[in-house]
């Protein structure tokens, strides 16, 4: 039994559902003021620091969010020394 059209039908179906929430979120962020919009990032922000101390903590093995923090600190700072890598040299470019 060939269920292909079904599957592409509930395929175009979730797609047009997911355009729909995309659009309805730009529509959404058409209509903010630039203080709500701020408000948002800084929620994202908040949001996204606590995901990375619970994963932290989870990798590290604790409950306890300084050392949480310290091992965010961590990461953050290979991150640092990652992007800036090519940022800066210690000898002459040739010409």
Same mark, same amino acid.
């Given at each position: %039994?060939?269920? =292909?059209? +079904?599957? @592409? #039908? +509930?395929?175009?179906?979730? =797609? +047009? %559902?997911? @355009?729909?929430?995309?659009?309805? =979120? /730009?529509?959404?962020?058409?209509?903010? *003021?630039?203080?709500?919009?701020? +408000? @948002?990032?800084?929620?994202?922000? @908040? &949001?996204?620091?606590? %995901?990375?101390?619970?994963?932290? %903590?989870? =990798? /590290?093995?604790? *409950?306890?969010?300084?050392?949480?923090?310290?091992?965010?600190?961590?990461?953050? &700072?290979?991150?640092?020394?990652? #992007?800036? &890598?090519?940022?800066? !040299? !210690?000898?002459?470019?040739?010409?």
């Amino acid at each position: %039994m060939d269920d =292909k059209p +079904a599957q @592409d #039908r +509930a395929a175009a179906e979730l =797609k +047009a %559902m997911q @355009d729909s929430i995309y659009r309805e =979120k /730009i529509l959404r962020a058409r209509r903010q *003021t630039p203080e709500e919009r701020l +408000a @948002d990032v800084f929620e994202l922000s @908040d &949001h996204q620091f606590g %995901m990375m101390l619970c994963g932290a %903590m989870h =990798k /590290i093995g604790s *409950t306890d969010q300084e050392k949480g923090w310290e091992e965010v600190r961590r990461w953050m &700072h290979r991150l640092d020394r990652v #992007r800036e &890598h090519a940022f800066y !040299t !210690t000898s002459k470019l040739s010409a």
